[in-house]
């Protein structure tokens, strides 16, 4: 990228050093424009003399920019493309725009965690009844990609949970019988009857009566 153009860039999104290649890059191809073309858009944005259709441009080009940038590395946003995106929300001022674009973020989110949960890997914490164990797989990071597997001590309580439940004990009662017997938490503290309900929420039909 030439010096002039993340420059006007920077300017812009008021940033000490926006030479973040690949987003950049993709702005480029997001505006279907060449730099000297994307110099001049910005300037004009710049100096006042850019008509609404010039900062709509730029503005979708951006959030167009920031999506693709999201798919093709699969890892966080630079600080240059975050700036970039909440300057084009300011710019487009349009709430509407802002919860569509978000909403895009949160489905394409929530589908591949769905795809990593099939495939039995963690997706953040561990959930009660499971433990995590590395695989031969790496991540894009390089990291190993860990895998759930049951946790049989943890499998035994849940059973008991289930049995309770489906006697007619409450969430309060379970909770108060594992308290009882010393039964270790997973973070070590007092099981809550909150805590029953969203261990047993996971199965369907589990959690019928009431606390």
Known sequence: MTVAYTDVLGGLLDVEDANDGRFVGRLLLALDANEQHAVELIEKIQTGEGAPED??????????????RGRSTKASKSAVAKRAL????????QAGCRA????????RTCEALARKRARGEVTGGL??????KETDRLSNRGRPVLREEPDA???IVIRR????RESGSTYRGIAEALNADDVPTQRGGPWLPMTVWKILARDAGRTGATA
């Not at 909440?86 to 001022?93: K, Q």
């Not at 569509?100 to 489905?107: D, N």
């Not at 949970?161 to 309770?164: E, L, P």
């Open 161 to 164: 949970m289930v049995s309770m």
């Open 153 to 155: 001590a943890e499998q």
């Open 55 to 68: 900062v709509q441009r730029l503005a979708v080009g951006i959030i167009a920019a920031v999506e693709e």
């Open 127 to 132: 959930r009660y009844g499971y433990r995590s």
């Open 86 to 93: 909440a300057w084009a929300l300011e710019a487009l001022g």
């Open 100 to 107: 569509r674009f978000c909403a895009r973020v949160k489905q």
